[in-house]
C-alpha cells in the first residue's frame, strides 16, 4: 500500500464553502495519519479562516479564478511547486470549467474529485455532497466521523483585547448579498433586527459582529444600548471563530457565520426564508445544535426560481418576527 505524505485540496469560493469542506481536513488525518501534509488552494480572504490551524501545512491563494493558466501567476505558482515535489492525492472540490486546466496541469499520484472522477451526487446537504468527493479515498467509518470544524486565534488573548464578558450571545445581521442590486433575499429587515436588539433583555450582552466593509450597513441598528458590544469591522475571521465559539448563541441568517458557528458548536438560530435551509443551511452534527427559524410559507424555499424574482417584498423574512425568534433563544439558552 503506498504511504500519503502529501495532499493538495482545492476549494475556492466564500467563507461558508470553505467551511463546508474543512470536514476533509479530519478525515484524511484519521485514514492516513496526523503527519501528513494538507495545502489548499483557496481565495485569499476566505483562507485566513486557516491562519491558526496547524492542520493546514500550506496555503495557494487563488484570487483571480478565471484568468487562464498561461496569464495567472498564482495558477503557475501551485503547478511548478507540484512538478518540484508531486502531491500523492489532489482533491478537486470546484466544478467549474476555469479550474479544469489546473486540475489537469498539477501532478499527483492520484486525482479525486470533479474533473477526474464520475462524481455522483445523491446527497442533498452540502457538507454530505463535499464527502462525496473525496469518498473514493477515505473508509466509511472515517467519512462518517468527520464533521466541518474549525481553530481560532486564543480566545482568552481576545477577550483581553477587546475588554469581552464570560457570557454573551452574538447576532450576525449582515451576509454576502448586502452589496448587490436589488432585494437581498436572504436578509432579516433593519426594523426585525433593531426591535430584537430592544426586546432582549438588558442583563444580557450582546455582540454584534460584521465583516470590515460592512459599517455602513448596520446604522439603520444604531444607536446601540448599554448591553451591545460593536464589533463590526474590528476582528479577523480567527477572532471571529473563537468569539463565535466562546458565545451562548449566535442568531444570524443564512450565512457564513452561521456555518462557523455549526462548526465550533455554539448554537446557532437560522432565520431562513429563500434558501434551502437542508441544503445549505447550518450543517446538523451530533456534537452541536441547530434551530431553522422560518415563517413556513408554501412558497419557500424560492431561492434562485421565478417565484423569488416575482416576489417584491421578501415575506418569507419579513414575516419572521423579533418576538417569535426572541422566544426561540430564549427557551434553549441559559446565561447566568
Not at 8 to 21: F, H, K, M, P
Given at each position: 500500500?503506498?504511504?500519503?505524505?502529501?495532499?493538495?485540496?482545492?476549494?475556492?469560493?466564500?467563507?461558508?464553502?470553505?467551511?463546508?469542506?474543512?470536514?476533509?481536513?479530519?478525515?484524511?488525518?484519521?485514514?492516513?495519519?496526523?503527519?501528513?501534509?494538507?495545502?489548499?488552494?483557496?481565495?485569499?480572504?476566505?483562507?485566513?479562516?486557516?491562519?491558526?490551524?496547524?492542520?493546514?501545512?500550506?496555503?495557494?491563494?487563488?484570487?483571480?479564478?478565471?484568468?487562464?493558466?498561461?496569464?495567472?501567476?498564482?495558477?503557475?505558482?501551485?503547478?511548478?511547486?507540484?512538478?518540484?515535489?508531486?502531491?500523492?492525492?489532489?482533491?478537486?472540490?470546484?466544478?467549474?470549467?476555469?479550474f479544469k486546466g489546473l486540475v489537469?496541469?498539477?501532478?499527483?499520484?492520484?486525482?479525486?474529485?470533479?474533473?477526474?472522477?464520475?462524481?455522483?451526487?445523491?446527497?442533498?446537504?452540502?457538507?454530505?455532497?463535499?464527502?462525496?468527493?473525496?469518498?473514493?479515498?477515505?473508509?466509511?467509518?472515517?467519512?462518517?466521523?468527520?464533521?466541518?470544524?474549525?481553530?481560532?486565534?486564543?480566545?482568552?488573548?481576545?477577550?483581553?483585547?477587546?475588554?469581552?464578558?464570560?457570557?454573551?450571545?452574538?447576532?450576525?445581521?449582515?451576509?454576502?448579498?448586502?452589496?448587490?442590486?436589488?432585494?437581498?433575499?436572504?436578509?432579516w429587515t433593519h426594523e426585525n433586527?433593531?426591535?430584537?436588539?430592544?426586546?432582549?433583555?438588558?442583563?444580557?450582552?450582546?455582540?454584534?459582529?460584521?465583516?470590515?466593509?460592512?459599517?455602513?450597513?448596520?446604522?439603520?441598528?444604531?444607536?446601540?444600548?448599554?448591553?451591545?458590544?460593536?464589533?463590526?469591522?474590528?476582528?479577523?475571521?480567527?477572532?471571529?471563530?473563537?468569539?463565535?465559539?466562546?458565545?451562548?448563541?449566535?442568531?444570524?441568517?443564512?450565512?457564513?457565520?452561521?456555518?462557523?458557528?455549526?462548526?465550533?458548536?455554539?448554537?446557532?438560530?437560522?432565520?431562513?426564508?429563500?434558501?434551502?435551509?437542508?441544503?445549505?443551511?447550518?450543517?446538523?452534527?451530533?456534537?452541536?445544535?441547530?434551530?431553522?427559524?422560518?415563517?413556513?410559507?408554501?412558497?419557500?424555499?424560492?431561492?434562485?426560481?421565478?417565484?423569488?424574482?416575482?416576489?417584491?417584498?421578501?415575506?418569507?423574512?419579513?414575516?419572521?418576527?423579533?418576538?417569535?425568534?426572541?422566544?426561540?433563544?430564549?427557551?434553549?439558552?441559559?446565561?447566568?
Amino acid at each position: 500500500m503506498q504511504e500519503i505524505k502529501k495532499i493538495l485540496i482545492i476549494r475556492c469560493g466564500a467563507l461558508g464553502d470553505l467551511v463546508y469542506s474543512t470536514s476533509v481536513l479530519d478525515a484524511l488525518r484519521l485514514e492516513y495519519g496526523e503527519d501528513i501534509k494538507i495545502d489548499f488552494v483557496s481565495t485569499p480572504s476566505s483562507s485566513k479562516l486557516f491562519e491558526y490551524d496547524k492542520r493546514v501545512n500550506k496555503i495557494f491563494f487563488l484570487k483571480h479564478k478565471k484568468i487562464p493558466i498561461f496569464f495567472s501567476s498564482q495558477k503557475k505558482a501551485i503547478i511548478n511547486e507540484s512538478k518540484k515535489e508531486p502531491y500523492d492525492i489532489l482533491i478537486n472540490f470546484e466544478m467549474g470549467k476555469q479550474f479544469k486546466g489546473l486540475v489537469e496541469n498539477i501532478v499527483a499520484k492520484k486525482k479525486v474529485g470533479w474533473f477526474s472522477e464520475n462524481i455522483n451526487i445523491t446527497k442533498t446537504h452540502m457538507v454530505e455532497i463535499c464527502k462525496e468527493f473525496y469518498a473514493s479515498i477515505v473508509s466509511k467509518e472515517n467519512l462518517e466521523n468527520s464533521f466541518p470544524r474549525l481553530i481560532g486565534e486564543d480566545f482568552e488573548e481576545i477577550q483581553e483585547k477587546l475588554s469581552l464578558p464570560n457570557e454573551y450571545i452574538i447576532i450576525s445581521p449582515s451576509n454576502s448579498h448586502n452589496k448587490k442590486k436589488g432585494i437581498n433575499y436572504r436578509a432579516w429587515t433593519h426594523e426585525n433586527w433593531k426591535k430584537f436588539l430592544t426586546l432582549v433583555p438588558k442583563e444580557i450582552k450582546i455582540l454584534v459582529i460584521g465583516a470590515k466593509g460592512e459599517e455602513h450597513f448596520f446604522e439603520p441598528l444604531k444607536p446601540y444600548d448599554s448591553n451591545v458590544i460593536d464589533l463590526v469591522g474590528k476582528i479577523s475571521i480567527p477572532q471571529m471563530v473563537s468569539i463565535i465559539e466562546k458565545a451562548k448563541a449566535l442568531i444570524v441568517t443564512d450565512t457564513g457565520t452561521a456555518h462557523i458557528a455549526s462548526a465550533v458548536n455554539t448554537p446557532v438560530f437560522c432565520l431562513i426564508g429563500p434558501t434551502p435551509a437542508v441544503q445549505t443551511g447550518p450543517y446538523k452534527t451530533p456534537f452541536n445544535e441547530v434551530t431553522i427559524i422560518s415563517a413556513d410559507l408554501e412558497c419557500s424555499p424560492c431561492y434562485k426560481t421565478e417565484v423569488m424574482k416575482a416576489c417584491k417584498d421578501n415575506i418569507c423574512m419579513k414575516n419572521i418576527s423579533a418576538e417569535f425568534v426572541l422566544e426561540k433563544v430564549l427557551n434553549k439558552i441559559m446565561l447566568k
